[in-house]
């Protein structure tokens, strides 16, 4: 993989002039059930885990090309959501679909990690060039906390046992792709109530597996979490400085939309883009 590329390209790996992009909400079911996830299908919430609507991953192409004409500096398309992008195929077909048709655009996906470890040959063989991983913990114990449970291998799993495949598979996940050469960013969700003190450890371990750079995206307390209060800026920041000696801190974070487009935090066409939309089909899962 190229890095110097993506690093120029990227708005989410440091690119430092008005670089574009596309969020492709193909993927709607989820594996593993966060206390703090509230997945919504609205026009009004501006945060992860919205999308205006689902797409096919055979439509996909045909919306990049009606971005392009709303947003020129569009330079990547990314799949964010709104469920995980490795529970289904959606997320790869989308990919493939999209290198053909465009082969001078980044190809960015995040996943939660679950199945990384297992699919990360199909990662590195599709080219991807840069995957972000949300890890919330490296502990079972305080993973158990945010995790309520995972579906692996059509099996449920609860508790410190959840959280303990979890997070073997994204360390695992995250040395693989790495190790092929492909930019690994990770989100954590800073949690004041539970992983605040957490996150010295998390940046050291998932540096150690080889990711580059760490993003730490306060708490929208909602779902099971939503007693828990926001972290104020300072303590983001500290947050940030215990990261930093680890590993490469990005501190621009939008906390966008599974179905964004544009520029982040200049311009946004999200809805020029998605309103008649191609075809519009009720296939939205909070499984």
Known sequence: MDNERVRELHPCFGARQNRGRIHLPVCPGCNIACRFCDRQQNDVEQRPGVASCLIQPEEAAEYVARARRFCPELSVVGIAGPGDTLASDRALETFRAIGRRFPDLLKCMSTNGLLLDERADELIELGLDTLTVTVNAVDPAIGAQIVRGITYHGRHYSGEEA?????????????????????????????????????????????????????????????????????????????????????????????????????????????????????????????
């Open 163 to 287: 959280a303990t495949i979890l997070i073997q598979n994204q360390l695992a996940g995250i040395h693989k792709v790495a190790a092929a050469g492909m930019l690994v960013k990770v989100n954590t969700v800073l949690i004041m109530e539970i992983n605040s003190f957490h996150i010295k450890e998390i940046a050291r371990q998932v540096a150690a597996a080889g990711a580059q750079l760490y993003n730490i995206i306060p708490l929208i307390p909602q779902a099971e979490l939503k007693d828990c209060r926001v972290p104020t800026c300072p303590e983001i920041e500290r947050a940030r400085a215990e990261a930093a000696p680890y590993i490469d801190v990005f501190r621009h974070c939008q906390r966008c939309r599974a179905d964004a487009v544009g520029v982040p935090g200049k311009s946004e066409c999200g809805r020029q883009v998605w309103q008649n939309a191609l075809r519009v089909r009720e296939t939205f899962s909070h499984g």
